[in-house]
């Protein structure tokens, strides 16, 4: 098993262009997650799915829209790319939520740099 | 809204010291997460914690989860360089779908 990929590794994007980060898990995971990372910020939650053709909010959710139309694949998109989104970009998976043993896995990450 | 806090936010100790890091939430937890993240690397789950004033150990690393489940720690016995990273702790949000996440204990050691 590959666990949970994530696609592409690094991207350098200028100002105002558009790119969408693929995730994909192959543990048949029920809910997946995206989040931020920068400096001394934690881990921050932007958007999360609780199942197949759900999607929701999470802490930083502006600027970003995500998809879940496969169980296994959860898109990340940024619309129109700012300097502000420069950061880390992780996504992990488990089968359950917070209330119960819900361990989370996490991808490699994606390193977006915005000029 | 519903925070993590976690202290310190750096640690440096010599190899063979001992470490502690403490998570606290604002609120009364379910469970408690504990995750490392190697440097360059991405967070891996180490346990979690669900009962009133349980213990948990593994090899080095002690978890504690507090008697009013509002705070935890992590203790490591005896460093090693093979123990840098950073140490978060994460709590379930009040809807049960998702984890916040503290900002994270980064741990440095010389040898």
């Known amino acids: 098993n590959a666990g949970v990929t994530q696609t592409p590794k690094f991207r350098v994007l200028k100002t105002g262009q558009s790119m969408t980060l693929l995730c994909a898990q192959d543990m048949n995971h029920e809910y997946m997650y995206w989040y931020r990372q920068d400096p001394g910020m934690g881990l921050r939650l932007i958007h999360y799915?609780?199942?197949?053709?759900?999607?929701a909010k999470g802490e930083v959710p502006d600027g970003y829209n995500v998809s879940r139309l496969k169980k296994q694949n959860f898109l990340l998109g940024l619309e129109s790319a700012a300097p502000s989104q420069t950061s880390v970009y992780f996504c992990?998976?488990?089968?359950?939520?917070?209330?119960?043993?819900?361990?989370?896995?996490f991808g490699p990450g994606t390193r977006l740099t915005v000029l | 809204g519903q925070q993590v806090m976690q202290i310190p936010q750096y640690q440096h100790v010599q190899e063979g010291e001992d470490f502690t890091t403490y998570c606290n939430s604002s609120?009364?937890?379910?469970?408690i997460q504990w995750y490392k993240q190697r440097p360059g690397g991405h967070p891996v789950f180490l346990i979690q914690?669900?009962?009133?004033?349980e213990v948990k150990k593994q090899k080095r690393l002690t978890f504690q989860f507090g008697e009013a489940k509002k705070n935890s720690s992590l203790h490591i016995t005896a460093t090693q360089t093979t123990d840098v990273g950073t140490y978060f702790c994460a709590e379930a949000n009040q809807a049960g779908t998702a984890l916040i996440f503290g900002k994270g204990t980064t741990l440095s050691v010389s040898s």
């Open positions: 799915s609780v199942g197949e053709g759900t999607t």
């Open positions: 914690l669900v009962k009133s004033g």
């Open positions: 992990a998976s488990s089968t359950h939520g917070g209330f119960s043993y819900n361990e989370q896995f």
């Open positions: 609120t009364t937890l379910s469970n």
